[in-house]
């Protein structure tokens, strides 16, 4: 079975920071796209920023600047550092990625668990 698992969410004032980290766990061959997607409420989730193994970065326009996205290959592991954060950034986010199981075998999407943020004005 393989999981990932979120950590990092909580309560901050508007301009603030946060990090949120992810880590994939249990029996695969690599980890190919990382990524992290927000829900907030009434609204559909939305992707924020992934990152592929090799460290090519795609981020959603409202958080271009503000946000940085990495990934530590070795560890499995994707972190979202999230700076000047805005009441706009409220919502659950999740980490997801597309683990290799077995070869020749379509990657297995994954999703988090989700953990809140909230900005507060």
């Known amino acids: 079975q393989v999981q990932l698992v979120e950590s990092g969410g909580g309560l901050v004032q508007a301009g603030g920071s946060l990090r949120l980290s992810c880590a994939a766990s249990g029996s695969f061959l690599s980890i190919h796209t990382m990524g992290w997607y927000r829900q907030a409420p009434g609204k559909q989730r939305e992707l924020v920023a992934t990152?592929?193994?090799?460290?090519?970065?795609v981020y959603v326009e409202s958080v271009k600047g503000r946000f940085t996205i990495s990934r530590d290959n070795t560890k499995n592991t994707v972190d979202l550092q999230m700076n000047s954060l805005q009441p706009g950034d409220t919502a659950v986010y999740y980490c997801n990625a597309a683990a290799v199981v077995r070869i020749g075998v379509k990657p297995l999407e994954l999703w988090g668990q989700g953990t809140l943020v909230t900005v507060s004005s």
């Open positions: 990152i592929t193994r090799g460290g090519g970065t």
